[in-house]
């Protein structure tokens, strides 16, 4: 008799297991202007929600994104906690994933103070410089000089504090930098001449951006139609949309190491 409990007490356990097992992949997607984000209305958005839609669409897949601070993002794609992550292409920062297509490059800059005699990268030396923990800088970067670190997970508040002079420098990709420009609205607590508080950004190195799976996800079997819809999206011109719909004139263009040197990355008229 006990045995008979036990057995159907298991089969209980696991047909419950079994409802409460996800349906659909996790599109784990940072908390980090114009990424994702939520204003007053709390609904979430940005250009990861677009880029979901856009492959929902093309794939008719569901994908089930969620807002999530930009350590637990990073760290949950790794360990499988979520399947999918929209982040640079890097396998030092996000690894344990297979990468499942480009969708546009990110360039990432040293945003100086116009006070701060920042001018090259070496005069970032002693300097205060905030930055996203876990990100690219703090993984790649941040021991090439002796700055005073800053670590902040929140671009809203790294912006402000930069313009009120508590910080030299701040290090956003063009992505953020292009999206601030082009919505003043987000910042608007900030005078619109704040752009002149700056002085022109430094480029670090550009990373394709790419949608990709955590290798402890169980839906492998969709990485062929994921790799196709990225595909066709970026054939089509969906997702260069997208980066322009968010400020960036070229569409997420990949710009080569010449490129780089000289685009100029804010137009500073004083």
């Known amino acids: 008799m006990a045995r008979h409990i036990t057995l159907v007490f298991l089969i209980l356990f696991s047909v419950e297991l079994l409802a409460t097992e996800r349906q659909t992949p996790i599109l784990a997607v940072i908390d980090f202007y114009p990424f994702g984000y939520l204003l007053d209305d709390n609904i979430p958005r940005g250009m990861v929600f677009d880029i979901e839609a856009v492959l929902e669409e093309i794939s008719s ?3 089930d994104a969620q807002l999530m601070s930009v350590p637990r993002a990073l760290r949950s794609a790794s360990n499988g906690q979520n399947d999918l992550l929209f982040s640079y292409k890097d396998d030092k920062m996000v690894p344990n994933v297979t990468w499942l297509g480009n969708v546009g490059c990110l360039t990432p800059l040293v945003v100086p103070h116009k006070d701060s ?7 970032l030396a002693g300097k205060r410089v905030g930055f996203v923990g876990l990100g690219y800088f703090d993984i790649k970067m941040k021991s090439r000089w002796p700055i005073k670190p800053v670590v902040l997970n929140d671009n809203f508040i790294m912006l402000k504090m930069l313009l009120r002079g508590r910080l030299d420098a701040i290090i956003v990709n063009d992505g953020v ?13 900030l005078p619109s001449s704040w752009p002149l508080q700056l002085s022109q950004p ?3 190195d550009t990373y394709e951006t790419h949608l990709s799976m955590s290798k402890d996800s169980k839906f492998q079997a969709l990485i062929p139609q994921f790799k196709n ?6 054939q089509q011109g969906r997702f ?4 322009q719909k968010y400020g960036s004139k070229l569409g997420g263009h990949c710009f080569t190491d010449e490129e780089r040197k000289l685009h100029q990355w804010l137009e500073l008229s004083r």
């Open 61 to 63: 897949l569901n994908i």
């Open 117 to 123: 005699d920042i001018k090259k990268l070496s005069d």
């Open 177 to 189: 930098l292009n999206a601030f420009l082009a919505n003043q609205a987000v910042l608007e607590e």
């Open 202 to 204: 430094l480029a670090l």
């Open 229 to 234: 819809a990225i595909l066709s999206g970026r």
């Open 240 to 243: 260069k949309a997208i980066f």
